[in-house]
């Protein structure tokens, strides 16, 4: 099956510098790949995701960077402010037609951004 | 209902007593996931549903655990003769094909287990 690396496990940025954390997968069709903000005590939610026969997305402070040869991807988050603290999850997926595949899941990464 | 509702939102049982989760998806989604999150853990996969296919278990970490879902609908959690190691927050999550959203996942609020 698929195995999703996430790095790094940590990460302390100061307010208004960038932040990138990186994640590596397996599985060559995998073709789906969400981001996940989880704040303490919440319910994880998307907050960007791209899919295969894309390079780059970008949403104004964030961006996602996919690389298929290597089986990488990366988020980016600009200009980073307090609120972003938070514990952040890739992961890779396999849709083929109508059937969503299995969600694997990195193990996280807790970006703490200091004022 | 507008999201994925989970039931109860917090459970506190005794050790060897047997507890069921509920996870209300969204309606018209097939895919069904569900996730045990230990404090300050990441995301343990569970059990994974799919229309009518059969599901992967292939993350139910005992026989002591046990899913079911009916159809597109509802689905249970079962974990028999709880132990304190169950103790976690349970997370259902559900996804479907939306031409607006694409195929994103939504998190129900999870189920707070502490087996005491």
């Known amino acids: 099956g698929e195995n999703v690396e996430q790095h790094p496990s940590t990460l302390s940025v100061q307010e208004g510098d960038s932040a990138v954390i990186k994640c590596t997968y397996s599985?060559?069709?995998?073709?789906?790949f969400p981001w996940y903000k989880q704040e303490l005590g919440k319910r994880p939610q998307l907050i960007i995701d791209i899919r295969s026969n894309v390079g780059e997305k970008k949403d104004q402070r964030i961006a996602v960077t996919l690389n298929k040869t290597a089986k990488h991807f990366s988020l980016h988050i600009t200009e980073t402010q307090p609120e972003d603290s938070a514990v952040y999850f890739c992961?890779?997926?396999?849709?083929?037609?109508?059937?969503?595949?299995?969600?694997?899941f990195g193990r996280g990464t807790q970006l703490t951004v200091w004022p | 209902g507008a999201g994925v509702s989970q039931s109860p939102s917090n459970k506190v049982t005794e050790k060897g007593k047997d507890v069921e989760l509920r996870c209300d998806p969204i309606s018209g989604h097939t895919a069904l996931y569900w996730y045990r999150q230990r404090l300050g853990q990441g995301l343990e996969f569970l059990i994974y549903?799919?229309?009518?296919?059969?599901?992967?278990k292939s993350g139910l970490p005992s026989d002591r655990f046990s899913a079911e879902r009916t159809g597109e609908s509802v689905s249970t959690l079962t974990i028999q003769r709880t132990q304190q190691e169950d103790s976690a927050v349970y997370l259902c999550a559900s996804r479907g094909l939306d031409p607006f959203r694409g195929t994103e996942a939504f998190f129900g609020q999870g189920t707070r287990l502490t087996v005491v």
């Open positions: 599985d060559s069709a995998s073709n789906y």
């Open positions: 549903f799919q229309g009518n296919s059969a599901p992967d």
């Open positions: 992961a890779a997926s396999i849709r083929r037609g109508s059937t969503l595949g299995r969600l694997y």
